[in-house]
């Protein structure tokens, strides 16, 4: 039988905003005054909060430790000044019924309604939890099924069912115990030759996805629509490209596609986009009370000259930049990532009109041009010293997170014997403890000179 497309399906897909490929471009001097407007980095919404315990549950697509590495290597960089600790427990195969961590009858499981699913849905999840979540005591959990609930078939009400039944239950007991919970859909399967958005695994996944936001609104979770964003982004491919815009297999994205994947679930969760930002006037006078000469947003400016037209002075940030996994730098081209997640900004006004370079402690970054007297940039897009330093955090989260799933998987569900798990948590806890060497800003040193040709 020929597949139909639900008309509703192409709205959703079709209508999506095209902001979610497009980045905002701060070298606009117009911009220079608002740039870091509706961005504040000390904003209180975002979901993960100071002293959190965070436990990612899921899949295949959770145990890669690359959407959930890069999440959490954001929140380390953005809120040096929490203290947080990170856990990841995916597991390939996986589903909203935990059905590796627990055996269950998946035929009378699909069979079941009423009592008999609730009794089914209720052991499964509880003894999964209570293996594998719930001795980290978490007090954020994220939760990512669907990919193999859905049974990789057009869309089936009996997995639907349970799927939303098991994720219901999943929120009930973590909530009891004491934990916040975000639901975050699938991403969609990218396979070409199904012609992604007419692939009938994906109607399914879709139609999952939104049973997820009703499951959400309904248990008091978050929620995370990752499935939108990232079916728009791929959509957008050139015609006659063969390879994955994710840089993965059909079902597991490479870096660039959970990167995408990361920027979605952030955003969701209300993750702040400013870094820090800075704003000085050269042109305001000192003896004028109502002149901002410097105007900071998360960051403190001293030892300021402006001389010979040469503006000098040092920077102290209180976050550093989110870092980019080198492998994904792709991903900053599909989605609005460094506008939405990474803002980190210098804005210059009174500089005569033309090409300046930018000195981080005596190293050229980057060249700006100021227009009618106004210079801004976004110091995320280049190499700095805070990137490099943030680039540092990121490869130590990734060994911190191999020897955590070595030691879960490996050691302790194997009965490892106490002397080999002390081993591996003390490397767990040198780990965390460089990296949290690595979240604290260090103060730099700023330049900004004329070039050559500039008329002072």
């Known amino acids: 039988m020929k597949q139909l497309i ?66 959490e290597a954001y929140a380390l960089t953005r809120f040096p000044e929490y203290k947080l600790t990170f856990r990841n427990t995916g597991w390939n195969r996986d589903t909203a019924w935990l059905k590796k961590r627990w055996w269950t009858d998946e035929a009378k499981l699909f069979a079941a309604t009423g009592d008999i699913l609730d009794k089914i849905v209720a052991e499964s999840v509880s003894k999964g939890l209570e293996r594998d979540v719930l001795p980290l005591k978490p007090t954020v959990v994220t939760v990512n099924f669907g990919m193999n609930d859905h049974g990789y078939q057009a869309f089936c009400p009996d997995r639907f069912r349970v799927y939303k039944r098991s994720q219901e239950e999943i929120v009930r007991v973590l909530k009891k115990n004491g934990a916040r919970v975000a639901l975050l859909t699938p991403q969609p399967i990218e396979d070409l030759k199904q012609g992604l958005d007419k692939d009938p695994r994906n109607q399914a996944l879709r139609k999952f996805s939104d049973g997820l936001k009703a499951v959400a609104a309904a248990e008091g979770a978050a929620f ?10 791929i959509c957008k491919r050139s015609e006659g490209q063969t390879q994955n815009i994710g840089e993965g297999d059909t079902v597991h994205p490479g870096p660039c596609g959970h990167t995408v994947m990361a920027w979605a679930i952030l955003k969701a969760l209300q993750a702040p986009a400013l870094v820090s930002s800075v704003v000085i006037d050269t042109s305001a006078k000192r003896d004028t009370p109502s002149a901002k000469k410097i105007v900071t947003e998360n960051c403190t400016v001293s030892n300021m000259s402006y001389k010979d037209g040469v503006l000098a002075f040092d920077r102290l940030d209180k976050a550093l930049p989110m870092p980019i996994d080198k492998r994904a730098l792709n991903a900053l081209n599909l989605a609005s990532i460094t506008c939405d997640l990474n803002r980190y900004l210098v804005c210059v006004k009174g500089l005569a009109d033309g090409e300046y370079d930018v000195l981080i402690d005596g190293k050229s970054v980057v060249t700006i041009t100021s227009k009618a007297g106004k210079a801004c940039t976004n110091l995320a897009k280049v190499t700095t010293p805070a990137s490099a330093q943030a680039d540092k955090l990121l490869a130590l989260v990734f060994k911190k997170n191999d020897i955590y799933l070595n030691r879960w998987r490996n050691v302790q569900l194997k009965g490892g014997n106490a002397a080999a798990l002390a081993g591996l948590d003390k490397q767990i806890a040198d780990f965390e403890k460089q990296i949290n060497e690595l979240r604290k800003p260090l103060r730099h040193h700023f330049e900004i000179k004329p070039q050559r040709n500039i008329e002072l």
């Open 6 to 71: 639900p008309a509703a399906f192409l709205a959703i897909v079709l209508t999506l905003s095209t902001a979610y490929s497009q980045d905002c471009d701060y070298s606009d001097a117009e911009s220079c005054p608002e740039a870091g407007a509706g961005a504040n980095a000390t904003d209180g919404g975002f979901f993960v909060r100071d002293n959190d315990r965070v436990v990612f549950l899921g899949d295949s697509i959770t145990q890669q430790r690359l959407y959930t590495t890069y999440i």
């Open 224 to 233: 995370a629509d990752q499935f939108g964003p990232f079916m728009e982004v």
